[in-house]
């Protein structure tokens, strides 16, 4: 019993850090192309 609900436990844990990564990837790939995206369309506008 206890060591089903540790496993349940870790298996929900490794989902939850699995999603979380996912969004920090996503935060820093956001991050890092949306600044790129507006300095293109900076050098458009001045070209």
Do not use: D, E, H
């Amino acid at each position: 019993m206890g060591s089903l609900f540790i496993s349940r436990l870790i298996a929900r844990n490794w989902v939850v850090g699995l999603v979380w990564m996912l969004g920090q990837a996503l935060l820093l790939t956001a991050k890092l192309q949306f600044p790129a995206q507006f300095a293109r369309q900076l050098m458009v506008y001045r070209a």
